[in-house]
Nanobody
Framework: QVQLQESGPGLVKPSQTLSLTCTVSGESITTNYYYWSWIRQAPGKGLEWMGAIDYSGSIYYSPSLKSRTSISRDTSKNQFTLQLCSVTPEATAVYSC??????????????????WGQGTQVTVSS
């Protein structure tokens, strides 16, 4: 059974970089055809797909966030990470890591993804 767990600071100051790590157990992040995504949900808003890294290490970004987002992985730790730079209070959200068999870039419903972490609240505030 695949399990994902997000970790990182819960409070980030404006203009700083938000950094989160997703630790995966029960499946290797290099297993064929798995895609590992970051999704966030701001208060009162829907799910927003931010980007993904696939089994081969290829990376995909939301066009609206591409200039400020970086996704990477550490295969030795079975982890993948998210960095979002120059954050503003509008980046306050619950951030989740997910997996799917195939790239899904529009998170219309959480049921499109096979497995989710529990999510972590990140607040951007001075």
């Amino acid at each position: 059974q695949v399990q994902l767990q997000e970790s990182g600071p819960g409070l980030v100051k404006p203009s700083q970089t938000l950094s989160l790590t997703c630790t995966v157990s029960g499946e290797s992040i290099t297993t064929n055809y798995y895609y590992w995504s970051w999704i966030r949900q701001a208060p009162g808003k829907g799910l927003e797909w931010m980007g993904a890294i696939d089994y081969s290490g290829s990376i995909y970004y939301s066009p609206s966030l591409k200039s400020r987002t970086s996704i990477s992985r550490d295969t030795s730790k079975n982890q993948f990470t998210l960095q979002l730079c120059s954050v503003t209070p509008e980046a306050t959200a619950v951030y989740s890591c997910t997996t799917s068999e195939g790239l899904i870039t529009v998170a219309t419903t959480r049921y499109l993804y096979d497995c989710w972490g529990q999510g972590t609240q990140v607040t951007v505030s001075s």
